[in-house]
């Protein structure tokens, strides 16, 4: 074997890794994209605010997956919460 047939081995070595490299970076990007199309799928469905009853936006739903009360309500309920722990922190 020569020095020739060294590099020529060498060569074909690294074109495998390179093309398995290419393989997964291609595999994330798929992954990647099949996750970007579920979540444009969910603008259509509708979602009622659990308290007030009306439509919750969609962009609240995307930013807060799961969401079951409106903005308003959110932020009512969240106040809520921070005084009821304010009372237990002070031994009510
Ligand atoms: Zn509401």
Known sequence: MDDGDIAAERAERWLELDLA???????????????????????????????????????????????KLCGECATHEEQEQARLRRLKGHGF
């Open 21 to 67: 490299a290419a393989a997964a970076q291609e595999k994330s990007r798929q992954a990647a994209a099949r996750k970007l199309g579920t979540q444009g799928k969910k603008p259509g469905l509708k979602v009622e605010c659990a308290e007030c009853g009306c439509t919750i936006p969609t962009a609240r739903l995307v930013a807060v997956p799961g969401a």
